[in-house]
C-alpha cells in the first residue's frame, strides 16, 4: 500500500530487527514493567522520531522535561481559556512509559511528539451535556474509559470492557493486578527478546478488539483516527524509522488499513474552545485508585520502587519498610528484615509466583515486622505503598499571572507546598507567621484549599494560629481558575470578596465575609463588605439571622489588636445589631416548639458571648450593652410564654454575670419545680440552667440548695410522666465530667441533711470547706498578679485584709 494511504508494516521480531512502517509499542500506562521495555525498546530500534500519546498542544513543553529542576510525577494539565474550572490531567510518572520514551528521545536528541486528539477538542467535548472534565484523565487519556482501554482498571457506568481482567479471567486468574505483575511487572528483559512484550500483547488486544470493537469507548475512534493522521505525517517526514507509545488498546486500530478520507471525516466538526496548557506537580497519592483518577493503580510507591531497583528489589523493599517502621520508634532489627525476605519468598513459591509481589511482601511485613497487627501496616500502605511524594516543575513552565505572584510569596515566607499533611503553628506577632497567615486566608478566600484551620494546642489566644497543610495537584486548577479576579493574590482576594459580598444571600455570610477580610487583610475590601452588611442588617427582622451575624463580626473586633486593622466601622455596626436583637428577642421567643426553643437557646448563648466581648469596647454606649443584655435575660426569665430550656439558660447567665443572687435563683428554680409545673416543660427548664456544656454540674455541686431542689422535684415526677422527662434528664446530666457525675452521685445518695453537715464541716468530698483556707489562698496569688499585670495591693501579708484585697483586684 502507497505511504500515506494507512499504516502498515510488518511486526518487529524476536532479534529487534526493523520491518516496514512504524514500531508500535503498546503500553499500561504507569507500568513500571512497560516502561523498561519501552526503554529497551527504544535502544534497541534506534528510531530518528518518538511518538507519543498525549495531547499536541504540549508539544512545545516537552524540552522542559530535560530540566534539572523537572521531578516526577507530574502532569500535563490544560483548562479552557474562559472557563479555567475546565480542565483535564495528563499525569506522567518516573516509571511511565510515556515519560520514558520523553526523556529518551531528549537523550538522544530525537524529535518526541505527542499524537493524541487535541485539547482544544477534549475540553469542549460534552461542553453543555453536563460532563465533568475537571478530573484527572489517564496519562494519553481523555476520561475514565481509556484507563481500561489501556490496560487500567478504570469502571465507569456505562458497560465497558476491561482488557486486563478479560485476558486475566483467560488465563485461569480471577486478580488481574496479580497476574498483570506476574507477566510483566516481574518479567525481566532478555536479550533477544526486545520487542516480544509488545508482540504478544498486541496479538492479544488485536483479538479482544475483534470480539468486542471498541469496547464501549466510542471516543476511541475518533481519538485513533486523529493519531493515524500523525503517524502517517511522521511517516513522510522521517520514513519508518518512527516509534509510537501508546496505550495497547490503540495498537490494533493503528496497525489497522484505513483510508485517510475517512479518518478525517471523522474528525470533521468536532466542538473546539480555546486550551492553556502547562506542566504541574503531581503526587503518587493521586495516581492511586482510591483518588478517583481514572487509569489510577493501586500501588504507586510500590510501583515506582519496582522501576527504581535496579537489583533485589524485595530486599531493598524490605529495609525502607523496616525504617519507616523504626521512624515510628517500633522496634526493627536487621532480623526482622532478612526473615521478612524469607517468608515472602517462600509465600511466593508457595503460590506459584515467579517473584514475591506486593501480595506476598505486605503478608510478610504484617507477620514478621508488625506482629499481625494491622495498624503498623496502614501506615506503610499510606507513606510506602501509596506514598506522598509531590513532582516539582521548573520555573520556566507557563503559568498564570497569579500562580507566579503564589510562587514568589511561597518563597518570601518560605512556605514550600507538601505532598504530606502537615501542621504548621503560626505566632501572628512574628512578621513572617503572619504573612504566612494572610497568604493561606487570602487563598481560603479564593477557593484554594491548601490549608485548613484548626483548633491550636498550646493556645487559644488571638495571636496564635494552626493550620493543617497539604498541597494537592488540583489546587493548580483553583489557581488558575481564581485568576479571573486578578494577577496577585491581595488584587484577587479583595475582587472575590467584594464580589461575594454583593451575592451573599445571608446576613450570617456577609458577617462570616467581613470576618475573614480581617483575617486576611484585605482593607480595600472591607468598604464594600460594611456597606453590603449595613444595608442588609437593615433590612433583615428576623432575629435568628441577626442572632447568627453577631457573634462573628464581635470575634472580627478581636483581630484589630494583633493584626493592626481598623474594626472602628466594624464596632458601630455591630452595636446596631446587638440593640435590634434586644428589641426582638422576647417577641421571637414566645410559642416554639421543642426544637426551635433549642435552636433559640444556641442563639441566647452566641449573643451573650458576644455582648461580653463587644462590652469591652471603649465607647461608653458599647460598654452599657451589657446592663442593656441583662435587662432582655430578665424578662426572659421570667416570662412564661417563653420556653423553659430559654427561661433557665436566662437565669444562668445573670447568675453567673453576678446579676442574680443564688437565692434569686433558688427561688426561681422553685417556682418552676412546683408541683404545678408540668414535668416536661420543669426538665427543659432544668437542661436549660445545668446542661448544654455550661459548667451546670460544678454549679450543682457547690450549691446545695439548688442540688436539694432538682433531688426533691425528681424524686416528686409521678411515674407515668417519668418517662417523659427521663431522654431531656439523660440528655442534660450526660454532658458532664465523669468526676462530677460521681460527686454529684454520693451527694445525692448521702441525704439532704448529711449533705449540709458534711459541706459544712469540709470532710468526705475535697476541697469544700465551710470558710476561706487563706494560706492556700494566697499562695497562688503571686503568679496570679504576675499574668494579669496586677500590682500587690496594701495590707499586712498573711492577713485576712491583705488576701481579700488580693482577691478583689483579681476579680477585677
Known amino acids: 500500500m502507497a505511504r500515506g494511504d494507512g499504516v502498515t508494516g510488518a511486526e ?12 508500535l509499542l503498546g503500553v499500561r500506562h504507569h507500568g513500571p514493567g512497560s516502561a523498561r521495555a519501552v ?10 522520531v518518538v511518538l507519543v500519546e498525549g495531547p499536541p498542544e504540549a508539544d512545545a513543553l516537552i524540552p522542559l522535561a530535560a530540566e534539572e529542576d523537572m521531578r516526577p510525577p507530574v ?10 474550572g475546565r480542565s483535564a490531567f495528563w499525569p506522567l510518572a518516573e516509571f511511565s512509559p510515556e515519560w520514558v520514551a520523553i526523556r529518551w528521545a531528549l537523550r538522544h536528541e530525537v524529535p518526541a511528539r505527542f499524537i493524541d486528539l487535541p485539547a482544544t477538542h477534549t475540553l469542549a467535548w460534552g461542553k453543555g451535556e453536563g460532563e465533568e472534565l475537571g478530573k484527572e484523565t489517564g496519562a494519553g487519556g481523555e476520561d475514565d474509559a481509556d484507563s481500561a482501554a489501556d490496560g487500567g482498571a478504570g469502571t465507569d457506568a456505562d458497560v465497558r470492557v476491561d482488557p486486563l481482567a478479560v485476558l486475566s479471567e483467560a ?18 528483559a532478555g536479550e533477544g527478546d526486545t520487542f516480544a512484550p509488545f508482540v504478544v500483547l498486541e496479538e492479544a488486544m488485536a483479538a479482544l478488539r475483534e470480539v468486542y470493537g471498541s469496547g464501549g469507548h466510542d471516543r476511541d475512534l475518533v481519538r485513533e483516527a486523529y493519531m493515524r493522521l500523525q503517524v502517517r505525517a511522521a511517516q513522510r517526514e522521517f520514513g519508518d524509522a518512527v516509534a509510537v507509545v501508546c496505550g495497547a488498546w490503540h495498537v490494533p486500530a493503528l496497525r489497522e488499513k484505513t483510508a485517510v478520507a475517512a479518518d478525517r471525516a471523522l474528525l470533521k466538526g468536532l466542538p473546539k474552545v480555546k486550551a492553556d496548557m502547562t506542566w504541574v506537580p503531581w503526587t503518587h497519592r493521586r495516581l492511586s485508585r482510591v483518588s478517583g483518577y481514572g487509569a489510577g493503580i493501586d500501588s504507586p510507591g510500590w510501583y515506582g520502587h519496582l522501576f527504581a531497583a535496579q537489583d533485589r528489589p524485595v530486599e531493598r523493599w524490605m529495609t525502607k519498610v523496616a525504617g519507616l517502621l523504626r521512624e515510628e520508634d517500633r522496634i526493627v532489627s536487621p532480623a526482622h528484615v532478612i526473615e521478612a525476605v524469607r517468608l515472602a519468598e517462600t ?12 501480595g506476598e511482601t505486605t503478608d510478610a511485613v504484617r507477620a514478621v515486622m508488625c506482629e499481625g497487627s494491622d495498624g503498623p501496616l496502614a501506615l506503610v500502605h499510606d507513606r510506602l505503598v501509596v506514598g506522598d511524594v509531590l513532582g516539582e516543575v521548573p520555573q520556566a513552565a507557563p503559568a ?14 518560605r ?3 507538601e505532598a504530606l499533611e502537615r501542621e504548621l503553628e503560626l505566632d501572628l506577632r512574628k512578621e513572617t507567621d503572619a504573612g504566612r497567615s494572610r497568604l493561606l486566608h487570602r487563598l481560603r478566600l479564593l477557593g484554594v484549599g491548601w490549608g485548613e484551620p484548626v483548633a491550636s494546642r498550646g493556645s487559644t489566644g488571638t495571636f496564635r494560629e494552626t493550620w493543617r497543610l497539604r498541597w494537592e495537584p488540583e489546587l493548580s486548577v483553583r489557581v488558575a481558575e481564581a485568576g479571573v479576579w486578578g494577577t496577585t493574590v491581595l488584587a484577587a482576594a479583595t475582587a472575590k470578596a467584594e464580589a461575594d459580598a454583593v451575592a451573599a444571600q445571608a446576613l450570617a455570610d456577609v458577617t462570616g465575609l467581613a470576618e475573614r477580610c480581617l483575617l486576611a487583610e484585605l482593607p480595600a475590601a472591607l468598604p464594600v463588605v460594611m456597606q453590603v452588611l449595613a444595608d442588609r442588617a437593615a433590612l433583615d427582622t428576623d432575629v435568628g439571622h441577626l442572632a447568627q451575624a453577631l457573634p462573628a463580626l464581635v470575634r472580627s473586633l478581636r483581630y484589630g489588636d494583633v493584626r493592626g486593622t481598623d474594626t472602628g466601622a466594624l464596632v458601630g455596626v455591630a452595636a446596631g445589631l446587638a440593640e435590634r436583637i434586644f428589641v426582638g428577642l422576647p417577641p421571637a421567643c414566645a410559642a416554639l416548639d421543642a426544637d426551635a426553643a433549642e435552636e433559640m437557646r444556641r442563639h441566647v448563648d452566641a449573643v451573650h458571648g458576644a455582648v461580653g466581648l463587644l462590652g469591652e469596647a471603649p465607647a461608653p454606649e458599647h ?8 435587662s432582655v435575660l430578665r424578662v426572659l426569665s421570667v416570662r412564661d410564654t417563653v420556653p423553659g430550656v430559654v427561661r433557665g439558660r436566662a437565669v444562668r447567665l445573670l447568675l453567673d454575670d453576678g446579676e442574680l443572687g443564688q437565692d434569686d435563683a433558688a427561688r426561681l428554680m422553685g417556682l418552676v419545680l412546683s408541683p404545678g409545673t408540668p414535668p416536661g416543660d420543669a426538665a427543659a427548664w432544668i437542661e436549660g440552667f445545668v446542661g448544654g456544656g455550661s459548667g451546670g454540674g460544678m454549679l450543682l455541686v457547690h450549691d446545695e440548695r439548688l442540688l436539694g431542689l432538682v433531688d426533691a422535684w425528681l424524686t416528686g415526677v409521678p411515674a407515668g410522666a417519668f418517662t417523659d422527662v427521663l431522654p431531656l434528664l439523660r440528655r442534660t446530666f450526660s454532658v458532664y465530667e465523669p468526676g462530677v457525675r460521681r460527686t454529684l452521685g454520693e451527694l445525692v445518695r448521702r441525704g439532704r441533711g448529711e449533705r449540709g453537715s458534711v459541706t459544712a464541716a469540709g470532710s468526705g468530698i475535697p476541697g469544700f470547706a465551710a470558710d476561706l483556707d487563706l494560706g492556700r489562698a494566697e499562695a497562688v496569688l503571686p503568679v496570679v498578679r504576675l499574668l494579669l499585670g496586677i500590682a500587690e495591693p496594701g495590707g499586712p501579708r498573711g492577713s485576712e485584709e491583705h488576701v481579700d484585697n488580693d482577691l478583689a483586684g483579681v476579680a477585677g
Do not use: C, F, T, Y
Open 171 to 188: 488465563a485461569g486468574h480471577d486478580d488481574p493486578e496479580r497476574w498483570w505483575e506476574d507477566v510483566v511487572e516481574h518479567r525481566g
Open 39 to 48: 526503554r529497551a525498546a527504544l535502544d534497541a530500534a534506534r528510531p530518528r
Open 75 to 84: 502532569a500535563l494539565l490544560a483548562h479552557a481559556v474562559d472557563e479555567p
Open 623 to 630: 460598654r452599657d450593652l451589657r446592663g442593656r443584655w441583662h
Open 12 to 23: 518487529r521480531g524476536g532479534s529487534g530487527a526493523a520491518g516496514d512502517g512504524p514500531l
Open 415 to 417: 512556605l514550600k507546598p
Open 400 to 413: 498564570v499571572p497569579l500562580q507566579r505572584d503564589l510562587d514568589r510569596i511561597q518563597r518570601r515566607l
Open 347 to 358: 509465600l511466593a513459591a508457595m503460590r506459584g509466583r515467579p517473584l514475591p509481589g506486593l
